[in-house]
């Protein structure tokens, strides 16, 4: 297009035509993204001359997506991945064939010679596997990008148009050698809700059909290489991981309700933790059409810290979804062998529940997060405790961390006055307090997995369809 400079001045044109034909919230969200666009566009690039670089790509979105579905539209999503050691994975935007995303994704210390590789695919609710749309791959040097996105295996078929830009300056950190690709936000999350949420008519708190994935920051800088593999004196633990085909069997159910747990979806709900304002939304929950629903929940959350990904995971620990599983830690970790840590942790105003009044606004309180490391299928280690404080404070510097063994009597006593404020001033019942079936005749997901494998114990897949990470 004649006198423009750049491919991305291109997609601003593709975008503010594309705001003509929708309204209200859609509309915003465009010309706002089209906005930073320009912003981008008019800034100086970095120039990455030592050998390792501080990254940001900004995925905007994209043009020209087929049509996936009977109705003629798509959902598409993307994931990005930076040298296979590093994976970044969108939001997904329901019923579009012109995503914007305009979402970023910061990582430091990247050696200059880096590829970037990006896949396009259309979700499909309700299954394992989602369909692939097209690809396309890049360097990492700093500017704007209009990728033409392939089909797989015919580079000469084009599926759309995706757009991004990079910036880059040389990486700040001396050590970028001997700790490369380490991801620097921003912190985003995704909110899953278990699938059998939708066949009950009567849930009155949706947190304890929920999990939630969140992506920190640094997380090499503080375990470095260090990992927590299972616990062999743990007899729930050998169940699992022994050799065996009565293991193999266990393993694959908590694997099919871990793939069910964490799907993408269009339902999901997905956001960026920018304060603690956000981190105390999260923590919101009690019963629907109760002022306490809106309030910061006094719940104890079952938590791992992956090894593949470095996401935290984390779950009510009564949440309905544990019944019948071997272990809470396993599903979270997908049977993973081992996890960088994993426990317990709650959210505590300042000075405890125990002397809390809840004629405190909750805006008028100085928040903790107690963590710790009762996980009897992984059994961290209780000398890592000291970084996994360094950690959420690096992450969440506007809260006061705690980090406790799980023998401490000070983490007893913390725990105990949650539950017990939970019990006299919110409503929670004791049953609540560990998984449960919340509804007569409720399916768990113990179920649904099992029935969604073969006598092998592998799982049942549709056909001809490629496989997404969840």
């Known amino acids: 297009m004649p006198g423009l400079r750049n491919p991305l001045q291109r997609f601003v044109g593709h975008m503010r035509r594309a705001t003509e034909d929708v309204s209200g919230t859609a509309k915003a969200e465009m010309e706002e993204a089209r906005r930073a666009t320009l912003d981008w566009v008019e800034r100086p690039l970095g120039k990455g001359t030592s050998g390792f670089v501080d990254l940001t790509v900004h995925f905007i979105g994209a043009t020209g997506i087929p049509k996936m579905d009977v109705l003629g539209s798509a959902d598409p999503y993307f994931v990005a991945k930076l040298d296979s050691a590093l994976t970044f994975v969108s939001t997904v935007k329901p019923n579009t064939l012109a995503p914007v995303w305009n979402e970023y994704w910061k990582i430091r210390n990247v050696p200059i010679g880096a590829k970037l590789h990006i896949d396009v695919l259309d ?121 065996g085909p009565t ?9 099919a309700g871990h793939r069910m747990l964490y799907a993408r979806s269009t339902t999901n709900n997905f956001g960026v933790v920018k304060n603690s304002q956000d981190i105390v939304d999260i923590l919101h929950g009690g019963k629907a059409g109760t002022q306490t629903a809106h309030r910061v929940k006094p719940a104890v959350y079952t938590y791992i810290i992956s090894v593949d990904d470095d996401s935290f995971r984390f779950s009510e620990t009564g949440a309905a979804f544990f019944v019948d599983f071997a272990s809470k830690h396993a599903l979270h970790a997908n049977c993973a062998e081992a996890v960088r840590y994993s426990g317990e942790f709650h959210p505590r105003p300042e000075g405890g529940w125990e002397n809390f009044n809840d004629e405190t606004p909750d805006d008028q309180v100085q928040w903790e997060l107690v963590l710790d490391n009762n996980s009897g299928t992984y059994a961290p280690d209780p000398m890592m405790l000291a970084e996994l404080k360094e950690l959420f404070e690096y992450n969440f510097p506007e809260f006061q961390i705690w980090t406790f063994d799980f023998n401490d009597p000070r983490l007893a006593q913390s725990r105990d006055a949650c539950r017990a404020y ?49």
């Open 123 to 243: 979700k499909d609710n309700g299954t394992v596997t989602d369909d692939f749309i097209g690809e396309s791959e890049t360097d990492i040097a700093p500017g704007a990008r209009e990728l033409t996105l392939q089909a797989a295996g015919f580079r000469s078929v084009a599926r759309g148009t995706m757009w991004i830009k990079i910036d880059s300056i040389p990486a700040a950190d001396p050590r970028a050698q001997t700790r490369q690709y380490i991801f620097d936000g921003p912190i985003r999350y995704s909110r899953h809700f278990a699938p059998t949420v939708g066949l009950l008519g009567n849930v009155q708190d949706s947190h304890l059909y929920s999990t939630w994935k969140m992506f920190l920051r640094g997380v090499p800088l503080f375990f470095g290489n260090t990992v927590q593999p299972w616990n062999k004196n743990y007899k729930a633990a050998q169940t699992i991981f022994n050799p």
């Open 422 to 470: 939970a019990l006299a001033k919110r409503g929670v019942s004791q049953d609540e307090l560990q998984p449960h079936a919340h509804v007569p005749g409720e399916e768990t997901l113990s179920h649904r997995a099992s029935v969604q494998m073969h006598p092998d114990g592998t799982p049942i897949l549709p056909p001809e369809v490629t496989t997404a990470p969840s």
């Open 247 to 255: 293991s193999m069997a266990v393993r694959s159910t908590i694997q």
